[in-house]
T-cell receptor, first 113, second 114 residues
């Protein structure tokens, strides 16, 4: 069975400080993992993806995530938060045997000026 | 990246009427399209998966007669909410995929049923 756990429903950081959004997954097979961002009343935008290549994945807008199989984690990080990063972030897992995406419950990121 | 267009972005309708939402892949052929529902401040809930030319596969608990999905071509899927009621008010998001690894999402449709 596949599932995703986003450990924090809400994260608040000051502008210019690092961002860490945590995600743990459960998958019976080698998974593909994604982070999507959703701004208010908007659709989802792909930030980055891991599909069994390099374990450190760089995405758009300065975000990156590291796939750690031993910890079954795929945490999203950014060195310095920007006001425009305030949004909802979803961690997603997909097995390579199917075409379904399994969404985490989301983490709401607030950036304080 | 690939572009998925969803229309309308917001629709308000009276209870008992039907509403159609369109999802188009603008620059690629989507072999599979997905429909999600999102309640305020919650995650996305997969409603159904549709492959071009075949019947949609609905998730458990989703009424297929209530939420009609048609995937007539490789670039268009439609979701029709039949006899809408206030409890159907929600944010509906489609996504499209041509391979097995990435889904590209539309901007969503806000449905408000009065």
């Amino acid at each position: 069975a596949q599932s995703v756990t986003q450990l924090d429903s809400h994260v608040s950081v000051s502008e210019g400080t690092p961002v860490l959004l945590r995600c743990n997954y459960s998958s019976s097979y080698s998974p593909s993992l994604f982070w999507y961002v959703q701004h208010p009343n908007k659709g989802l935008q792909l930030l980055l993806k891991y599909t069994s290549a390099a374990t450190l994945v760089k995405g758009i807008n300065g975000f990156e995530a590291e796939f750690k199989k031993s910890e079954t984690s795929f945490h999203l990080t950014k060195p310095s938060a920007h006001m425009s990063d305030a949004a909802e972030y979803f961690c997603v897992v997909k097995t390579n045997t199917g075409n379904q995406f399994y969404f985490g419950t989301g983490t709401s990121l607030t950036v304080i000026p | 990246g690939a572009v998925v267009s969803q229309h309308p972005s917001w629709v308000i309708c009276k209870s008992g009427t039907s509403v159609k939402i369109e999802c188009r892949s603008l620059d690629f052929q989507a072999t599979t399209m997905f429909w999600y529902r999102q309640f305020p401040k919650q995650s996305l809930m997969l409603m159904a998966t549709s492959n071009e030319g075949s019947k949609a596969t609905y998730e458990q608990g989703v009424e297929k007669d209530k939420f009609l999905i048609n995937h007539a071509s490789l670039t268009l899927s439609t979701l029709t909410v039949t006899s809408a009621h206030p409890e159907d008010s929600s944010f509906y998001i489609c996504s499209a995929s041509w391979g097995k690894n990435i889904q590209y999402f539309g901007a969503g449709t806000r449905l408000s049923v009065l």
